[in-house]
């Protein structure tokens, strides 16, 4: 079945850059996500690329696809004590009215 | 705008007990979901809707039920609340659930917190 990977920690100092790594499974994928959540909050879409693309670039955020590795990762540029929060990988299958997310990756910035 | 509301935000529960977590939309979106959040698992996905009247299961869908009378409203209901079923619960909506129209971003609710005891 569909199955999305993503290690559980990452800790950074402010002004670094983050990546963040998933894996994922199902090659039907049309699109997949990074999701962000803040503490006692629901998740917000951060953001997403296609399956027929392999980098998009949205201001600090670029987001890398390996289609032949299932491999996504997020880049964070420059980051701030505000980036401290869980990113949840996460992809829509194909035809299956599903969004399979990730453990998460809880993201510490030390000032 | 309101977007995806839950209700409650906080619930305690007796293990038997049975309780509806409320979730309404005002985006006139097809789709909508139930998630559970447990530490280290990420979101399971419960039950989801593609409309009113149509409904299916997740991964995890024991122990809870859905009804979808209204584009509008997709209640959870725990039957026989258990120990296992303590969690944080999400209600997410998008316009179809497939991609056809675009990424189609899951809209989430702010969460219900669930503790049986």
């Known amino acids: 079945g569909e199955d999305v990977e993503q290690s559980l920690f990452l800790s950074v100092r402010e002004g670094d850059s983050s990546v963040i790594n998933c894996t994922y499974t199902?090659?039907?994928?049309?699109?997949l996500y990074w999701y962000k959540q803040e503490p006692g909050a629901g998740l917000q879409l951060l953001t997403y690329?296609?399956?027929?693309?392999d980098m998009k670039q949205d201001q600090r955020l670029t987001v890398l696809l390996n289609k032949k590795d299932k491999h996504l990762s997020l880049r964070i540029a420059d980051t701030q004590t505000g980036d401290s929060a869980i990113y949840f990988c996460?992809?829509?299958?194909?035809?299956?009215?599903?969004?399979?997310f990730g453990a998460g990756t809880r993201l510490f910035v030390k000032a | 705008n309101a977007g995806v509301t839950q209700t409650p935000k906080f619930q305690v529960l007796k293990t038997g007990q049975s309780m509806t977590l409320q979730c309404a939309q005002d985006?006139?979106?097809?789709?909508m979901s139930w998630y559970r959040q447990d530490p280290g698992m990420g979101l399971r996905l419960i039950h989801y809707?593609?409309?009113?009247?149509?409904?299916d299961q997740g991964e995890v869908p024991n122990g809870y039920n859905v009804s979808r009378s209204t584009t509008e409203d997709f209640p959870l209901r725990l039957l026989s609340a258990a120990p296992s079923q303590t969690s944080v619960y999400f209600c997410?909506?998008?316009?179809?659930?497939?991609?056809?129209?675009?990424?189609?971003?899951?809209?989430f609710g702010s969460g219900t917190q669930l503790s049986v005891l």
């Open positions: 997410a909506s998008s316009y179809s659930g497939t991609g056809r129209m675009g990424n189609e971003k899951l809209f």
């Open positions: 199902d090659s039907s994928s049309t699109y």
């Open positions: 690329i296609f399956s027929n693309m």
């Open positions: 996460a992809e829509l299958v194909a035809g299956g009215f599903k969004t399979i």
């Open positions: 985006m006139n979106h097809e789709y």
């Open positions: 809707s593609v409309g009113a009247g149509i409904t």
